[in-house]
């Protein structure tokens, strides 16, 4: 084996297939090298165990896939990993694409960064160190790469974009065993049926939020696969690995009404009749009754919208161009074809205030949502927000807790709005989630989207998450805020 490629081992409840790592392998076998994608989780493989596959197997590559909350575990293995001198350790994903060559002044064993989207870097990169050509000319040819010079310096190449997603031809599936993933919660906790797959039809991100790291890692222009290539990774997936349900992971699915006309249309024309869903968000200002009656007649069932504040301020501050009235109706219209639809929000963005994120629990439990997810505000490496509160000094990447990137029940907020503690921030998550959920119309309607016991079992884990991460008591002991609509909005 040429390349072992792994997803590190991560406590998120959300065990999802990394397809980024699948399509990476198929990049690698067009060119004709051998590889081994390794879940760390789903197949409960610690570091030790790496290193001793690594040995037995003359590796000469490995590569890596880091999110932020995945820094220590990167960190560790780095370590162990250096004795082995003729190993390269190539890094990649949102956490080594938002930090570039800066990742590794903090992790010196690094030897490359492919930044962005790898599947023209990183089969040629590949190639250059089985070769073992790595002189200048060859690395600084090579696009999206972090690289030392002879000199020892640290060099970011420019980096580009795949232009024909279908080009790239689906991700290598067989490397990852779908069906497997079938014992963990899907992407949003629900589904019809069993095993799910995810499915990627568009890559790119036109807008510019300033929290968000979608065009960091796949660029501003919004590039489309043909309905086509979908449908031919669908009946595969159906046939190869009994896939009964498919969530689109897509950024931008509905942004072109060509796109999704194109994909429903070739969905119906192949007689395709499962569930389908939206577990990612879109824009709910991109849609139209044309939109949705199309993806009501291809089999989808549910949607995922971004709306992140209910304060004009915040949302401001964000750049999120989203204007609440039309949000609201744009819900309305999805309600009025029979989606179940689900809303994200952001608490605790910089500068925020608690009447502020009052007002966003308050407005979230005005509109016609069948579920609502509120996460802590995280600063991811590459977004805008980032870069000012590095410059503001309220964040250090040298003394940063990686681990608590992630709104999870582990996890501390790693930044917290000034005036405001903690403790104060994870109780109001507490409180959004006890207020919008203990409602007799929500708990009705998740008791029936409950499809298995299995189902149940997730929810029941999450539920208790967020009890004992979150909700602690107050100083007068009470465990939770009562929303207050006066004072001062942000």
Request: proline share 5%; hydrophobic share 40%; net charge positive.
């Amino acid at each position: 084996m040429d390349v072992l490629l792994i997803k590190p081992y991560t406590h998120i409840s959300n065990v999802l297939a990394p397809l980024g790592l699948a399509y990476l392998s198929t990049a690698l076998k067009k060119n004709g090298i051998s590889s081994k994608v390794l879940h760390c989780y789903k197949d409960d493989v610690d570091i030790p165990r790496i290193i001793e596959m690594i040995k037995q197997q003359n590796i000469k590559c490995v590569g890596v896939t880091v999110c932020s909350n995945d820094h220590l575990w990167l960190q560790r293995f780095a370590e162990v990993l250096e004795p082995l001198e003729d190993v390269k350790l190539v890094l990649g994903g949102p956490h080594a694409t938002g930090l570039g060559r800066r990742l590794v002044k903090l992790i010196p064993r690094t030897d490359f960064i492919v930044r962005s989207e790898g599947e023209i870097a990183f089969p040629i990169l590949v190639r250059a160190i089985l070769n073992g050509n790595l002189n200048d000319q060859t690395l600084q040819a090579i696009p999206n790469l972090v690289w030392r010079n002879s000199a020892g310096e640290l060099l970011e190449n420019a980096v580009g974009f795949p232009p024909n997603l279908d080009s790239l031809q689906m991700p290598d599936w067989g490397q990852l065993e779908p069906q497997k993933f079938q014992k963990y919660a899907p992407h949003g906790g629900f589904s019809k049926a069993a095993p799910v797959a995810q499915l990627i039809t568009t890559r790119g991100c036109p807008y510019s939020c300033r929290y968000c790291a979608a065009y960091v890692m796949n660029g501003k222009k919004i590039r489309m696969r043909s309905g086509e290539s979908v449908v031919e990774e669908m009946q595969y997936l159906m046939k190869d690995h009994g896939i009964r349900e498919f969530h689109i992971e897509d950024d931008n699915f509905t942004f072109y009404k060509e796109h999704v006309v194109n994909v429903c249309s070739a969905i119906r024309k192949a007689g395709i009749k499962v569930p389908l869903g939206i577990p990612n968000g879109v824009r709910v200002d991109r849609l139209d009754d044309e939109i949705c009656a199309e993806m009501k007649s291809a089999g989808f069932y549910f949607f995922s919208i971004g709306l992140e504040s209910g304060s004009v301020t915040t949302l401001k501050k964000m750049k999120k161009a989203l204007n609440l009235d039309k949000a609201k109706q744009g819900i309305e219209l999805i309600r009025k074809y029979g989606f179940r639809v689900k809303g994200f929000f952001i608490l605790g963005y910089p500068n925020e205030t608690r009447q502020g994120i009052l007002e966003t629990i308050e407005w979230s439990k005005s509109l016609a949502l069948d579920q609502a997810y509120y996460s802590i505000y995280i600063p991811l490496p590459g977004t805008p927000e980032f870069e000012s509160l590095e410059e503001e000094g309220m964040i250090d990447i040298n003394n940063c807790k990686w681990e608590d990137f992630y709104t999870g029940k582990f996890a501390d907020p790693p930044y917290i709005p000034d005036g405001m503690t903690a403790r104060e921030l994870k109780r109001l998550v507490s409180y959004a989630y006890s207020s919008f959920y203990l409602r007799p119309r929500v708990l009705l309607r998740m008791g029936a989207d409950i499809a298995s016991f299995t189902q149940f079992k997730h929810l029941a884990k999450r539920a208790t998450s967020l009890a004992s991460g979150y909700l602690r008591p107050n100083a007068s002991g009470e465990g939770s805020y009562r929303a207050s609509r006066t004072g001062a909005s942000t």
